[in-house]
């Protein structure tokens, strides 16, 4: 069994990833590509939310205070090591389980919502309740390393008014400009310690041009 690949497609909600993730799965399988994965891998996984939503609603709110905790409670400050840790060991299971089984028998693996989105999820809440950097940082070097070596990360990005105007056009409510902004510069920092990279503005795209620069970009890489 030879190793596969993994293309992950990063970047924030409206910029055209579900979008070009279905492209790529039908050009694959149009090229004869049989051995194709699609994979998501994030936090606030179902078993987190049963154990703690109970203890702590406030957690699952999805208010976006990025970079304060002044708003968290004594209970959550308690609870939230405990938290982070349920949801770092899901990510590595779900990552185990999802990816890198599949990549070690040759899937080509197509992610969406994959370790840097976790990442960053965990590094909003790391600044909001406090954890010692630590062991914030260890959990990132799990992660990271996790991430196997032939992986593509595809950064796709829209600027604030058009990601608002995609939005709408899918009854659909886009995230505070700040957050979105944070998490974009946060996602982009880890994005840049990869090798194999490709960032597209799909602003002014049309998708099948967001597509065509997609797989030019996994070409150029030997990912096709």
């Known amino acids: ?15 055209g990833k579900s979008t070009n993730i279905n492209m790529l799965i039908r050009f694959l399988r149009m090229n004869n590509v049989k051995k194709v994965k699609i994979a998501y891998v994030r936090t606030r996984h179902f078993l987190v ?8 609603p406030e957690y699952f709110s999805h ?6 905790w002044a708003g968290a409670s004594h209970r959550e400050l ?19 389980f999802s990816v890198t089984i599949f990549y070690a028998m040759g899937y080509t693996v197509i992610c969406e919502d994959f370790l840097i989105d976790t990442i960053c999820d965990l590094e909003r809440d790391h600044v ?6 630590r062991y914030f940082m260890l959990a990132i070097n799990i992660l990271l390393r996790l991430i196997p070596r032939n992986t593509m990360i595809i950064f796709l990005n ?3 008014e058009e990601l608002k105007r995609r939005y709408a056009l899918r009854d659909g409510k886009v995230e505070p400009y700040n957050y979105i902004s944070i998490r ?14 490709c960032y597209i503005d ?23």
């Open 184 to 197: 974009v510069a946060r996602s982009l920092y880890y994005f840049k310690l990869f090798k194999k990279t």
């Open 78 to 96: 308690r609870l939230y090591p405990l938290i982070f840790l349920l949801e770092v060991f899901n990510a590595v299971l779900k990552t185990l």
């Open 158 to 160: 829209a600027d604030y």
């Open 49 to 56: 939310r049963l154990l703690f939503k109970p203890l702590v």
């Open 128 to 133: 909001r309740f406090r954890l010692k950097r």
């Open 63 to 68: 208010a976006h205070d990025v970079g304060t």
């Open 1 to 15: 069994m030879g190793a596969g690949k993994v293309i992950y497609f990063l970047g924030p909600e409206g910029a």
């Open 202 to 224: 799909t602003t002014k795209q049309r998708p099948l041009e967001t597509f065509n620069e997609v797989i030019n970009c996994l070409r150029k890489e030997k990912m096709l």
